[in-house]
Nanobody, 126 residues
């Protein structure tokens, strides 16, 4: 079973940038659709971004379009989330997730992602 480990979270001022990384174990990383989700206190996990197996296609939540970029390096078993122009409302715990099914599309539904990391905290000060 693949295991995911996120890193790169921290405290940043509004307008700043952070790059999150998610490293995966195993030799089949390239066969997984990968996603990032954000959770804030008292709320569920919201979709942020996802990327196809090859990296050729991406999907974003409307709130982060134009500011966040998801990418992946299958040779390094890693998916990234570059976050620019951060806003206080971007704060939360960010989770990396893998869709290990053979689903032919990129899902924004967290229930379609079977494997999750432990998350990394992002704090944005105003």
């Amino acid at each position: 079973q693949v295991q995911l480990v996120e890193s790169g979270g921290g405290l940043v001022q509004a307008g700043g940038s952070l790059r999150l990384s998610c490293s995966a174990s195993g030799r089949t990383f390239g066969s997984y659709v990968m996603g990032w989700f954000r959770q804030t206190p008292g709320k569920g996990r919201d979709f942020v971004a996802a990327i196809t197996r090859s990296g050729g296609g991406t999907k974003y939540a409307d709130s982060v379009k134009g500011r966040f970029t998801i990418s992946r390096d299958n040779a390094k078993n890693t998916v990234y989330l570059q976050m620019n122009s951060l806003k206080p409302e971007d704060a939360g715990r960010y989770y990396c997730a893998a869709d290990i099914s053979t689903r032919s599309y990129v899902s924004v539904n967290l229930d379609d992602y079977e494997v999750w990391g432990q998350g990394t905290q992002v704090t944005v000060s105003s």
